[in-house]
């Protein structure tokens, strides 16, 4: 089944430092998402990327897109210890499946330390 | 409203008790999401609603587990002789339309724990 897969699965960093993870599918895709989660709580949207862009930014945040390897990566620059949370990615179940359900991944837990 | 609300926002039951949790999407969104997390783990697609279409149950893990959405807003999740492994986060979301292409705003969640 249609699945994200984050990588790595927890990630510490000192503020300042960017950090990256990663976010592996297994079928085609329309569009693939970003969410952040503090404390096990709602899901907070961060991007979206679909699938003919290459790359996408907002803010301190930076996607890309590689549709051959079904991957994306998420990469937080200048990080904060606020930026601290789980982050997830979600995906679509493209043009063979419905065209509402999202299927998200086990995330990745980020720490930043101040 | 602001924002998707849900209640109660935590939920102690005794193992066999039926359960129901409640979510309030944001004001003019066809659609909603039930998802459950586990603990460390991803979201677990439930059910969706949207608009008056049927909504899709697929997710649901058995025949224990309902939902209903009154009016196109409110929505009630219930789980009937609860099990310790009912034990989770529930989210909902909403979102405007209902399509892939969507952001999904999420509520704060409800945390149950079956003893």
Known sequence: ?114 | GAGVSQSPSNKVTEKGKDVELRCDPISGHTALYWYRQSLGQGLEFLIYFQGNSAPDKSGLPSDRFSAERTGGSVSTLTIQRTQQEDSAVYLCASTLVGWGTDTQYFGPGTRLTVL
């Open chain 1, 1 to 114: 089944s249609q699945q994200g897969e984050e990588d790595p699965q927890a990630l510490s960093i000192q503020e300042g430092e960017n950090a990256t993870m990663n976010c592996s599918y297994k079928t085609s895709i329309n569009n693939l998402q970003w969410y952040r989660q503090n404390s096990g709580r709602g899901l907070v949207h961060l991007i979206l990327i679909r699938s003919n862009e290459r790359e996408k930014h907002s803010g301190r945040l930076r996607v890309t897109l590689d549709t051959s390897k079904k991957s994306s990566s998420l990469l937080i620059t200048a990080s904060r210890a606020a930026d601290t949370a789980s982050y997830f990615c979600a995906t679509d179940e493209g043009s063979g499946g419905s065209n509402y359900k999202l299927t998200f991944g086990k995330g990745t837990l980020l720490t930043v330390n101040p």
